[in-house]
């Protein structure tokens, strides 16, 4: 019997990010031994950005890869779309911080209804955020509408390690370490227990890439990183 999904309401997802916003740089920082910021640059990479172009960042919570994209790309400007507020705010201090303000812009909106014009966007990304929308196949449907024909779209989620001795270990440090130790810092009793649960009901790698490819794009990819903890999914708007 598959596991039953975590409870995805909108409401929910984003009060769970907003009580959880003060501490949530830290944190990734402090559960993936730094490698996140790693993963995000890896994704900037792909995009393959040449104009000045607009590049969007959907759930784009404390804007760490609006930040990458915006320092990679001296040219382009960044919006970072999410629907917690809280998230948001601690990413327009550090946007500030930067000195990227209004280069970067940062915006409250759903993913399945995306507060920007059709084909407007040269490229966009989404680091761990689709897991999290409870409608995922509306945010590609919404992606695909935003986006250029050829446009390159970057998706980082978790995923599972291939390897048997790795994976084992892995999934004891992802179902008991991790969301004891998030628990401890970020005050919150659930909040990193439902990171793991999202991550066992996400479809694995293989089907999510055929979940792009049915909504309108391309040369689609998807690209384990660190022994297939995080899958990047790469694609093109045809
Ligand atoms: C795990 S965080 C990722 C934040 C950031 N992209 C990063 O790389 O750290 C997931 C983010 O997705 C946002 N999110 C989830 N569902 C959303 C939706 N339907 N619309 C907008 N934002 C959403 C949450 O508010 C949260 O900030």
Not at 83 to 105: D, I, Q, W, Y
Not at 117 to 130: K, L, Q, R, Y
Not at 162 to 168: A, D, F, K, M
Not at 222 to 237: E, R, S
């Amino acid at each position: 019997m598959s596991p039953t999904p975590p409870d995805k309401t909108p409401d929910r997802i984003s009060g769970m990010f907003d009580a959880i916003a003060p501490r949530y740089d830290l944190l990734n920082r402090v559960l993936s031994a730094g490698l996140d910021q790693k993963w995000r640059r890896r994704a900037v990479d792909e995009l393959r950005i040449t104009a000045a172009g607009r590049v969007l960042d959907l759930c784009t919570g404390t804007a760490d890869l609006a930040l990458v994209i915006a320092r990679r790309h001296t040219g382009a400007s960044v919006i970072g779309v999410d629907f917690s507020a809280a998230m948001l705010r601690f990413g327009l201090a550090k946007v500030r911080a930067a000195h990227f303000e209004p280069r970067v812009r940062l915006v409250r909106g759903d993913a399945t209804r995306i507060p920007v014009i059709d084909a407007s966007c040269e490229a966009a990304t989404i680091g761990f955020g689709i897991r999290n929308v409870a409608e995922p196949e509306r945010a590609l449907a919404e992606l695909a509408r935003v986006l250029e024909p050829g446009a390159r779209l970057a998706i980082l989620e978790f995923g599972e390690p291939r390897i048997p001795g790795i994976r084992r270990l892995y999934s004891w440090y992802f179902r008991y370490l991790l969301p004891a130790i998030g628990r401890l810092v970020s005050h919150h009793q659930s909040a990193y227990s439902y990171l793991p649960a999202s991550v066992g009901t996400f479809p694995p790698p293989a089907e999510f890439a055929k979940t792009i490819e049915s909504h309108g794009f391309v040369k689609v990819q998807a690209v384990p990183l660190t022994f297939g903890i995080v899958y990047l999914y790469i694609a093109v708007k045809s």
